[in-house]
């Protein structure tokens, strides 16, 4: 486990950026209890300061997880934000979109978002920007990338996709095997 | 034909006996002629007569039926059964009291008319009269007749069970032919079943219901060779679990494992509110209710039409499931907020995750789990539940404290038999041996040992130990605990403060354990619908040179063997003998006797 080093954490950065945008700074500074990154193995965790220091006496080979965990580096060098990481982008989202409840299951079997199923979604999503997907009762479910923007989607075909899917909730029943090692 | 056709038939009788029977007659017949006026409900009664007949024959002929009906209606409620035939009997007491002494004067008449065409006539009688009463009131008659006969098959029940009472020496075990030729043959459940009833019921009153010349553990071995063959336990399991019951709690412990417990949830309260959540379920189709008044967070799954798994509030993390049992051990800790606790075997997380919510994600949870392939499990729980204080590491428990210690908590659910989880995998009832009550324990103490040091004594708002098991064995539980108690003088045993729960045993099979452990609590599957469990709290007091011990899993390991070898072996250095010594001692101690005696020990030839 290491603090992770200027070149990924600007890699790191600019992904969440386009989810949260410039509340990557609440990420960042948070006076009352200052949290940071950390990256073990190829996984990055954001956690709690106090935590982090506390699982520095955890032999490397044997700290399986800590905090919680955004995503992790590719063999590239890129990185790739897991749906772990939704509780915080969720909490920061600049662009939502809410799906309806018919919608849901669909979305969280792993597939794009419908014209057909959104109930309502952000006014100024441009194209190709990264949003969080909800549940019309607020719950996240998940987050991906706008297909069209808000004006254009709203000429489209019921069946045409407005948003492709990046993570789902669902992932957590259909990839337990591959997410978390 | 009426009652004409009867005087007529009657043989002409002796002179005395026309004069005695005469009268009776006369006094009968004017009873009757009052009874039929009286009411109608009465005179079916009088086919109570025959009845105590048809019913001894019954007995006779379906004695071993009637065993095994009781056995098969192991649920009525005797007593219940009894109170209502008692109103019954008081009831028809009275007004029976006429119909009786009828029936008796019937009987009477009969035999001494020793016709055997009078027998039926006493039908036709009775017929005659209800059709002198049809015409009035035929639908109310019928149906008094149809009670009667509902009484009376009520009675006949009664006098069976009473039949059964005084005759209590049942010949219940089978001889050796008879078990000769049952091991030949694929077992008869049913039989199996009836025979384990009837031992029970032996058993509990042995004095009284034993056959003689039998031994109590003749029956015993027999009952559990009946356990083996029903339920399909190994015979070293099923005594071992016998045992710590009575034999009646024993076999309903046995078929309380046959049920599986209801399927139970767990509101993460860092999400959602259980009452939110139960409204979200129930529109989607769940039939739910609390799991009772100790948990606030528990929810009861009756049924589902949607695969509760899989719901879009269990993929946001909303609820767990999760056994209840499992949430005893985490109440018993009770995590304050900023805290630093150690779940030592965490996987597959229901329990950090509770301790996480209960602490609102503040302070520090270390989970830990020694196999690497549950972690995953444990990590995705984690991570779906949203808590964010936790760091998984995969340990052999027993390094703690080395890797880390000063925990103000410490869970540990150790690894065990799970013997109290036999409904959920049955493959226990024939995989476990003898040499894992040996081995399990074994492991279980280390854990034990390595939990208690590695709690800050000084903790302003812990020092708590939780220790539990999903075992009822009591080598895996009392014993543990009191190893740990004799082995770290440094901790208490305190109350839980489970609401639920019966005291862990202080003694057990000769075994004495110290008074305290009775603030255990031990769960059963039959008292609580929860899987078989086990619960006990420490304090720890002060701290001890093992809470600086710098020892790993396998140095513990050596010391727990060197340990163990040692045990029993009598060391000469609890004494040792000098000859010399003791003979002057003797000497003094001989002097002292002849003096008391009144004899001079210096006197010359000592007569002894």
Redesign the interface.
């Known amino acids: 486990m290491r603090p992770l080093t200027e070149e990924e954490t600007k890699v790191v950065f600019e992904k969440l950026a386009n989810y949260i945008g410039r509340n990557i700074s609440f990420l960042v500074n948070n006076k009352e209890d200052p949290h940071v990154f950390r990256l073990q193995k190829d996984r990055v965790y954001y956690?709690?300061e106090?935590?982090a220091k506390?699982?520095g006496?955890?032999?490397r080979q044997?700290?399986?997880?800590?905090?919680?965990?955004l995503g992790k580096f590719t063999k590239t060098g890129k990185f790739r934000l897991h749906i772990?990481a939704l509780?915080y982008i969720s909490q920061y989202a600049k662009y939502k979109l809410w799906v309806k409840p018919n919608g849901?299951?669909p979305f969280?079997y792993g597939n794009n978002v419908l014209k057909a199923h959104i109930g309502k979604m952000s006014e100024d999503i441009p194209e190709h920007a990264g949003l969080v997907i909800y549940?019309m009762?607020d719950?996240?479910?998940g987050f991906g990338v706008s297909a069209r923007s808000t004006t254009e989607a709203r000429n489209l075909q019921p069946t045409a996709i407005v948003a492709y899917r990046q993570g789902d909730?669902?992932e957590?029943?259909r990839d337990?095997?591959t997410?978390?090692? | 034909m009426g009652r004409k056709a009867k005087d007529k038939q009657s043989a002409p009788p002796s002179y005395e006996e026309f004069h005695g029977i005469q009268k009776e007659r006369n006094s009968k017949r004017s009873r009757r002629a009052k009874a039929i006026e009286n009411s109608a409900s009465k005179k079916p009664k009088k086919e109570t007569s025959p009845s105590p007949k048809k019913k001894s024959t019954k007995v006779t002929r379906d004695n071993l039926d009637i065993e095994e009906d009781d056995q098969d209606l192991p649920h009525v409620d005797l007593e219940e059964l009894n109170a209502a035939k008692k109103s019954l009997f008081e009831d028809s007491a009275e007004e029976d009291d006429d119909d009786f002494q009828d029936a008796l004067d019937a009987d009477e008449f009969v035999d001494s008319d020793e016709d055997e065409r009078e027998k039926p006539m006493f039908s036709d009688d009775e017929d005659d009269d209800l059709e002198e009463l049809n015409a009035t009131n035929m639908e109310a008659l019928s149906r008094k007749l149809d009670e009667e006969q509902e009484l009376e098959a009520l009675e006949a029940e009664e006098e069976l069970v009473q039949t059964n009472v005084p005759e209590p020496r049942a010949i219940v075990l089978p001889t050796p032919e008879e078990k000769e030729l049952e091991a030949s043959q694929p077992p008869d459940l049913t039989v199996v079943r009836t025979r384990m009833i009837e031992i029970v019921k032996v058993l509990e009153k042995f004095k009284i219901l034993a056959q003689e010349g039998k031994s109590r553990s003749q029956y015993v071995d027999q009952l559990l060779e009946d356990i083996c063959t029903y339920f399909g336990y190994t015979p070293f399991l099923a005594e071992k679990l016998f045992n710590l019951f009575s034999p009646s709690e024993a076999i309903e412990f046995f078929e309380a494992n046959e049920i599986a417990r209801p399927v139970t949830v767990r509101t993460n309260t860092l999400k959602a509110r259980r009452r939110d959540l139960a409204q979200k379920l129930v529109n989607k189709g769940v039939n739910l209710q609390p799991i009772g008044k100790w948990t606030k967070v528990g929810l009861q799954i009756f049924d589902s039409q949607v695969p509760i798994g899989a719901t879009p509030e269990y993929l946001a993390g909303h609820y767990i499931l999760q056994a209840a049992s499992s949430f005893l051990p985490v109440m018993a800790l009770d995590p304050q907020e900023n805290e630093r606790i150690l779940d030592m075997a965490a996987a597959p997380g229901g329990k950090t995750t509770f301790i996480s919510a209960m602490m609102k994600n503040t302070g520090c949870v270390f989970a830990n789990d020694s196999n690497k392939a549950r972690t995953k499990s444990l990590i995705a729980n984690i991570h779906r539940l949203g808590c964010r204080n936790t760091v998984v590491s995969n340990y052999d428990a027993r390094e703690f404290p080395k890797v880390i210690g000063g925990f103000d908590r410490v869970l540990l659910d150790a690894p065990c038999s799970g013997t109290g989880v036999i409904a959920k995998d049955s493959n226990v009832k024939v995989a476990r041996t003898e040499k894992d009550f040996i081995q399990i324990p074994y492991l279980q103490r280390q854990l034990l040992l390595s939990a208690i040091d590695s709690v800050n004594a000084n903790s302003r708002s812990g020092g708590i130990i939780v220790y539990s098991t999903c075992s009822v064995a009591v080598e895996e539980n009392e014993a543990v605990v009191n190893y740990a108690l004799k082995k770290r003088p440094n901790v208490r045993l305190v109350d839980t403060g489970l609401t639920i729960g019966k005291p862990g045993f202080t003694s057990y099979r000769g075994m004495k354990y110290h008074p305290s452990v009775n603030l255990t609590r031990r769960y059963y599957p039959h008292t609580y619908n929860v899987d078989g469990f086990f619960v006990a709290k420490f304090k720890k007091i002060h701290s001890s040179i093992h809470d600086e011990s710098k020892a790993g899993a396998k140095e513990k390991e050596a010391a727990a063997r060197s340990e163990g070898a040692e045990k029993g072996i009598i060391k000469d250095d609890f004494a040792h003998f000098d000859s010399d010594e003791d003979k002057e001692l003797i000497e003094t101690s001989f002097k002292r006797n002849l003096k008391r005696r009144g004899i001079n020990p210096n006197a010359k030839n000592i007569q002894l």
């Not at chain 1, 044997?62 to 965990?69: D, F, P, W």
């Open positions: 956690v709690s106090n935590v506390f699982a006496s955890v032999a044997n700290l399986m997880s800590l905090g919680t965990c772990t509780e849901e299951m969280l549940s009762a719950v996240p479910l909730i669902g957590y029943l337990e095997d997410l978390f090692t």
